[in-house]
């Protein structure tokens, strides 16, 4: 049964598959356009979006309710890439470096940027910021979430969010002045 | 306070914190800080826009890749490679090949009893020589193929000629050495 403007009730089907990949459409492309922002890669998304729903579907009769799908698959959204970027932390890395050092060598500093160029500048360097960073900034920025919400997700304290977007920020900027040879400090 | 100090306060103000004392009167004074806070604004905006990369939509087929059975399949599985590992033709062959040994006229290779005793017990390691000297398959090599040795050392040079007479104790091997000079 649907509700108007919610997502569909988990309970009922609990052994309905249809209902179920029903949900999983309505709910993949936010879920892996999530789960890109915070692994920069659309393999990792995929696989996240796939462990992500595997694990909804079995623990979907600890759900309560309707309004309880989407905060949940966020919530393991987020701690999947967090596992999943602290074990691929170097090659992470070395994937960076490659993505900022290509659209380095093909923007020039003394000229604009071509539009796409700069999208992936953005994303290049927002996969350049700590993991906790990253992610306090995707939840905050993108996904809309409160300080309070980003706090619930990563286990932290409020504050401890308001200073890890602070210096993501700050680093996002001196990024991306840096590769976009924009003047400033 | 220098402008880097107030970095932290613009990043919070652009977060929707309320300014800091004195944000306002600086940024109203100093250009770099305000440029700053165009900046971050602009970043934060370009953050917003950027699209989503296109993917493909997923496709669900139940649990895929994951493989999940009930205890009573745990059990069976566990009881089939019990058989398999104790069924007596599975059994592997507890002695190890034997080692072929090229023994020249006049020395016995290993008896057989003396062969077992040493694949029984545990072989013991050896201290490390520090003296620099050819290893056990070395001095073999050199008792029973003296022809190659004279190729191998360069003239002028001496070297000692062993025999090895092995004895019932495996671990007891009898060197005899003497001296020859090849010009």
Redesign the interface.
């Known amino acids: 049964m649907t509700v108007d403007g919610a997502l569909p009730g988990v309970q009922p089907m609990i052994d309905d598959?249809a209902a179920?990949?029903a949900l999983?459409?309505q709910n993949?492309?936010w879920?892996?356009?999530l789960a890109?922002r915070l692994t920069g890669r659309?393999e990792d998304?995929?696989e996240v979006?796939?462990e992500a729903?595997?694990r909804l579907?079995?623990n979907r009769k600890s759900i309560g309710s309707d309004e309880q799908v989407r905060p949940w698959l966020r919530t393991v959204t987020v701690n999947l890439c967090r596992d999943l970027a602290r074990k691929r932390a170097r090659s992470l890395v070395v994937v960076n470096e490659e993505c900022v050092a290509r659209a380095a060598v093909e923007s020039n500093p003394e000229t604009h940027a071509s539009h796409r160029q700069?999208?992936e500048i953005?994303?290049a360097a927002?996969l350049r910021l700590s993991e906790k960073e990253r992610t306090a900034?995707v939840l905050?920025?993108?996904e809309g979430l409160t300080?309070m919400e980003v706090a619930t997700i990563n286990g932290v304290t409020e504050a401890a969010v308001?200073g890890d977007?602070?210096?993501a920020?700050?680093k996002?900027?001196k990024l991306?002045?840096k590769r976009l040879g924009?003047e400033?400090? | 306070m220098s402008c880097e100090k107030w970095e932290e306060p613009i990043a919070l103000l652009v977060d929707g914190e309320p300014p800091a004392d004195g944000l306002a009167e600086h940024l109203e004074r100093c250009a770099t800080c305000s440029q700053l806070l165009q900046d971050l604004r602009a970043d934060q905006i370009a953050l917003r826009t950027v699209p989503e990369l296109d993917v493909a939509p997923l496709q669900w087929t139940g649990r895929r890749g994951r493989i999940r059975t009930g205890w009573w399949a745990t059990a069976a599985i566990a009881a089939g490679l019990a058989i398999v590992f104790a069924w007596p033709g599975n059994r592997p062959d507890p002695l190890p090949p034997q080692p072929k040994w090229d023994n020249p006229p006049g020395l016995s290779p290993p008896k057989p009893a003396v062969a077992a005793k040493i694949r029984k017990k545990p072989r013991r390691i050896a201290p490390k020589k520090q003296i620099d000297s050819p290893a056990r398959d070395d001095w073999a090599q050199i008792l029973f193929e003296p022809p190659e040795l004279e190729k191998r050392l360069p003239r002028g040079s001496t070297s000692e000629v062993a025999m090895q007479i092995q004895t019932s104790n495996p671990d007891v091997v009898i060197l005899l050495l003497k001296e020859e000079r090849f010009e």
Request: glycine residues 2%; charged residues 35%.
């Open positions: 598959v179920f990949e999983v459409r993949d492309r879920i892996v356009a890109s659309v998304a995929q979006a796939q729903f595997s579907h079995a700069r999208e953005l994303r927002l900034l905050r920025e993108l300080t308001r977007i602070m210096r920020r700050l996002l900027r991306l002045a924009r400033g400090q």
